[in-house]
C-alpha cells in the first residue's frame, strides 16, 4: 500500500506481524532516525527541547500532545529504551530511572498513600528490603513479609488497605523462584496488582505480565545493560489493571498535582504510565541519563545471546559445586535437585539466570579464603556482568551481623554469592578450584 | 464475545489514518480534561477538521456542535465515538445514511449489532481503539513517551 505520509509518499504501511524475541531486542522502540537517518540510536544529550510555539508547548505541558519539554521527564534516547523493555516485557510502555531502586520507589509512590500496605515476600534484594523497611515505614506505609511459597500467607496478608503484591521472579541469593500465575490470581481475586522484579530473570528467561503480574520493574544495571558499566532501572505496566476499582483514588481521582487531571480515566491503558511519569518522576527526579539508556540498548542487542551463555555456564558451576566437598547448599534453581524444578519448567523453560549462592566449608573465615583465592572471578558488590563475580556476603555486605542475624537473613557465614559471567566455562572451574584450594590448605 | 480482531487491522487503521480528513466525534465533551476532548483537541492539532457531535453544547474546541449525525451539513469520512456501547446502532445507522466512509469506536465502546450495521452500510468498522493512540502510533510520536507502539521498521521514512 501506499500513503501519503506528512507530504511524504510511502510504499511501506506497517503490517501486523508477531516478530520473535531477537528481532524485537534489536528493534523495538527505534525507527531510523527521520530527520538524519542514523541507524544506531542518537545520544540524545540535551537537557531541554524548542517547542515550535506556544500552542505546541501547553499542549505538551497538558499531556494533550506527545511531546519533549525537558529531560528529567522524557527523553528521546531514554525514551528507545523505554519502549524496548516494554516491547520485551510485553507491556504497555515503560518508565526508566537512574536506578533500580529509584524505579521501584517510583512505581510504588504512584499507588501508595500514607496509611497503605504492602504485600511483600520475605526472600528480596537487601536494598529493596532496606527500601521497604525503612523509607516506605516513614511514609507511613505498613509492610507484611510472607514466605513466598506459601499462597495462602499472601493470602491471609492481605487487609482493607493493601495496595499491592510484590516479589522477585528469581529471590535474591537464595534462589526462590516465584509461582507468578498463582500470587497474580490471589492479587487479582482482591482486586490488587501484582508487582514483579525480573531483574534476575529478564524478558528473555521469563515475562511475568505474561503470568498475570501487572508491573514488571528491572534493575537494568544488571543483565539489560550487562556490561557493569550503567546504573539504571525501569518500570513497565501491562496496562490492563482497573485503577478505577475504588482501591486506588491516588490513581484515579482528579489529581491536585496535575490540574485536576484523572489518569486512568482518561488515559486508560496508559493511565497508570502517564502519572508515573507526569507526575512521579517529574517530582521525585532520579531521570535515566541518555548516555545510560544508550549502553542499556547496546546491551539489549544481544540479551538472548548473553543469556543462554550465562545460563549454560551457570548450570555447569552448579554442577561442578555440588560435586565439591567444600561446597554445601548450592541454591541455583536451574539444579535437577531443585525445589522450584516444576516452577522453573513452568516460568523459566530456558534457564534460571546465573546468580546463586552456595556455603563454603570452614564458616566465616572459610569464604574469606576462597576470594582470597581467585583471580579471575571479579570480587564486588553487583551481579548481571557478563564477567563472573563473586562476593562474602559475611564480610561485606552483612558484615555488621552476627552469625545468629546472618542466618535469619538466611546468609550462612561462609555463604558465597556467584554472579555467573560468559567466559571459558572451564577457566572459571579451575580458579574456584584455585579458591577451594586456599580454603582446603587454612 | 466479539471478534475484535478483525476491527483492528494494523493496514486498515494506517489506511484510514492517512485518507481521513474530516471526522465526526459523536460524544465529544467540552471539558478539557474529558478523554473526548484530548482526542479532539490532538485530531484537530493534526490537521484533520474536526465536527462535534453533542446535542447540549453549541460549540466545542471553536467548532460548531451538532445535536446528530445527520445535522452536519458537510460530507464526513470518520465517524468517531465516545457514547455507551448500547447507542451504536442507532449512531451506526446516522452513519451509514451521511455516507460516511469509517465507523471509529473508541476503547470499551463494543457493538456487534452496530458494526454489523455499519459493514451491511459498506462502512469500514474499527472498534476499541483510539484514535489519538493509533494516530500517535502510526503517524506521531508515541515512541517518545515510551509507550509500546508495536512497531518495528528500519525504513527512513516521514519527518518529525
Known amino acids: 500500500m501506499t500513503f501519503e505520509e506528512d507530504g511524504i509518499v510511502t510504499d511501506h504501511a506497517e503490517q501486523d506481524r508477531a516478530y520473535g524475541f531477537e528481532t524485537r531486542q534489536l528493534h523495538a522502540g527505534q525507527r531510523p532516525d527521520p530527520n538524519t537517518g542514523a541507524r544506531a540510536v542518537p545520544i540524545f544529550q540535551t537537557t531541554s527541547y524548542v517547542f515550535e510555539d506556544p500552542e505546541s508547548a501547553a499542549a505538551y505541558f497538558n499531556l494533550q500532545e506527545y ?70 515505614r516513614k511514609m507511613n506505609v505498613e509492610l507484611t513479609w510472607v514466605d513466598p511459597d506459601d499462597p495462602d500467607a499472601w493470602r491471609k496478608a492481605v487487609g482493607a488497605n493493601t495496595k499491592a503484591f510484590f516479589g522477585e521472579t528469581i529471590g535474591n541469593p537464595g534462589g526462590n523462584v516465584l509461582d507468578i500465575e498463582t500470587v497474580a490470581s490471589i492479587a487479582h481475586e482482591h482486586e490488587l496488582p501484582l508487582i514483579v522484579d525480573n531483574t534476575f530473570a529478564t524478558p528473555y528467561l521469563c515475562r511475568p505480565i505474561e503470568w498475570g503480574a501487572d508491573i514488571v520493574i528491572h534493575s537494568a544495571t544488571k543483565f539489560i545493560g550487562g556490561h557493569g558499566t550503567s546504573i539504571g532501572g525501569v518500570v513497565v505496566e501491562a496496562g490492563t489493571f482497573d485503577w478505577s476499582n475504588g482501591r486506588f483514588p491516588v490513581v484515579a481521582d482528579p489529581s491536585p498535582a496535575y490540574h485536576g487531571l484523572q489518569f486512568h480515566e482518561t488515559f486508560g491503558t496508559y493511565g497508570y504510565l502517564m502519572k508515573l511519569r507526569a507526575e512521579t518522576l517529574r517530582d521525585l527526579g532520579g531521570a535515566l541519563a541518555p548516555l545510560n539508556a544508550f549502553l ?140 577451594f584450594a586456599k580454603v582446603a590448605t587454612a | 464475545m466479539t471478534d475484535l480482531a478483525r476491527y483492528q487491522d494494523a493496514l486498515t487503521i494506517q489506511h484510514v489514518l492517512n485518507t481521513a480528513k474530516t471526522i465526526a466525534v459523536v460524544g465529544l465533551s467540552p471539558n478539557e480534561l474529558r478523554a473526548s476532548y484530548f482526542v479532539g483537541y490532538y485530531l484537530k492539532r493534526h490537521g484533520y477538521r474536526v465536527i462535534p457531535v453533542n446535542p447540549r453544547e453549541s460549540q ?64 469500514t468498522v474499527i472498534m476499541d481503539r483510539c484514535l489519538k493512540v493509533e494516530h500517535a502510533r502510526y503517524v506521531g510520536r508515541m515512541h517518545w513517551l515510551g509507550f509500546n507502539t508495536q512497531r518495528i521498521t528500519s525504513v527512513r521514512a516521514g519527518l518529525q
Open chain 2, 60 to 123: 466545542i474546541l471553536g467548532e460548531t456542535s451538532y445535536p446528530s449525525l445527520s445535522e452536519v451539513p458537510e460530507k464526513v469520512d470518520v465517524v468517531n465515538v465516545f457514547r455507551a456501547p448500547d447507542a451504536l446502532p442507532g449512531i451506526a445507522r446516522d452513519a451509514v445514511a451521511i455516507g460516511a466512509s469509517t465507523l471509529w469506536c473508541q476503547f470499551g465502546v463494543i457493538n456487534e449489532e452496530g458494526a454489523r450495521i455499519a459493514e451491511d452500510g459498506g462502512m
Open chain 1, 67 to 136: 511531546g519533549n519539554t525537558y529531560s528529567r521527564i522524557m527523553n528521546p534516547t531514554v525514551a528507545v529504551f523505554e519502549e524496548r523493555v516494554a516491547n520485551l516485557e510485553g507491556a504497555a510502555g515503560g518508565v526508566a530511572f537512574a536506578s533500580g531502586i529509584a524505579a521501584q520507589a517510583a512505581a510504588l509512590f504512584t499507588l501508595l498513600q500514607p496509611g497503605d500496605h504492602v504485600v511483600a515476600s520475605s526472600a528480596l534484594y537487601g536494598g529493596t528490603v532496606n527500601q521497604f523497611k525503612h523509607l516506605l
Open chain 1, 296 to 435: 542499556f540498548l547496546q546491551g539489549l542487542e544481544t540479551l538472548s545471546l548473553r543469556m543462554d551463555r550465562h545460563v549454560a555456564n551457570a548450570q555447569a558451576i552448579a554442577a561442578f559445586l555440588d560435586s565439591h566437598e567444600l561446597a554445601s547448599n548450592v541454591t541455583y534453581a536451574g539444579r535437577p535437585e531443585s525445589k522450584y524444578r516444576s516452577l522453573v519448567e513452568k516460568y523459566l523453560p530456558r534457564g534460571a539466570g546465573a546468580v546463586f549462592s552456595f556455603d563454603c566449608a570452614g564458616g566465616r573465615t572459610g569464604g574469606q579464603d576462597l576470594i582470597r583465592g581467585v583471580t579471575l572471578w571479579s570480587h564486588l558488590a553487583n551481579v548481571g556482568d557478563a564477567k563472573s563475580l563473586i562476593i562474602h556476603p559475611a564480610s561485606t555486605t552483612h558484615r555488621q551481623l552476627s552469625d545468629d542475624e546472618l542466618r535469619a537473613a538466611g546468609v550462612g557465614p561462609g555463604t558465597v554469592r556467584l554472579s555467573v559471567g560468559t567466559e571459558s566455562v572451564e577457566d572459571l572451574i579451575w580458579d574456584l578450584e584455585q579458591g
